[in-house]
């Protein structure tokens, strides 16, 4: 029986567990989709669909109390700006636990957290779109870069070849002062 306990301890320390679930929280509405243990989604679940219920309301006193368990701004604000809006019609149960089979090492019960509304489709989307615009900004550099090493080095280029034209022009031009005289 599970009388009068309001939490589970996860045996860690009161600091180790509340650093572990915020960024747990933090990482669910980052990505919409976690894997972890069963014991740590249960947990997480909790304080995930409270602050998925003040999101629902974009007032200054709902962000603060948010930023208190959630430490990264862009996080927050898509918490109000895309989760909330989107669980606005749901009364609770903005979670989902699927289960997964057991971990090889340790055989923990291992399950994917994410929220109701998430598709697969979207996770993907936007790992694909992060990718892109990692490698956006390399192409460019090295564009640029390109650049700015072929200018450097045409110049460089005409400038050796007027020296040898110039060497080329004035023993020419002796021989004919020679053939003259």
Do not use: C, W
């Amino acid at each position: 029986m599970n009388h009068k306990n309001g939490f589970n301890p996860l045996s860690r320390t009161t600091a180790h567990r509340r650093a572990m679930s915020r960024n747990m929280v933090t990482s669910l509405f980052r990505y919409e989709r976690i894997t972890t243990t069963k014991a740590k989604a249960l947990e997480v679940r909790k304080a995930a669909e409270k602050l998925i219920t003040r999101s629902k309301v974009d007032t200054v006193h709902n962000r603060r109390q948010a930023a208190r368990y959630i430490q990264d701004a862009t996080i927050l604000a898509k918490l109000f700006t895309d989760i909330g809006p989107r669980m606005k019609d749901r009364a609770g149960g903005y979670t989902r636990v699927v289960k997964l089979g057991f971990r090889q090492g340790d055989a923990a019960d291992m399950v994917i957290l994410e929220l109701v509304d998430y598709k697969l489709d979207s996770g993907e989307e936007t790992e694909k779109k992060e990718t892109k615009k990692a490698k956006a900004p390399a192409e460019k550099k090295s564009s640029a870069e390109k650049k700015a090493t072929s200018e450097k080095k045409a110049p460089a280029k005409k400038a050796t070849t007027a020296k040898s034209k110039a060497k080329t022009e004035a023993p020419a031009e002796e021989s004919a002062e020679k053939a003259s005289e």
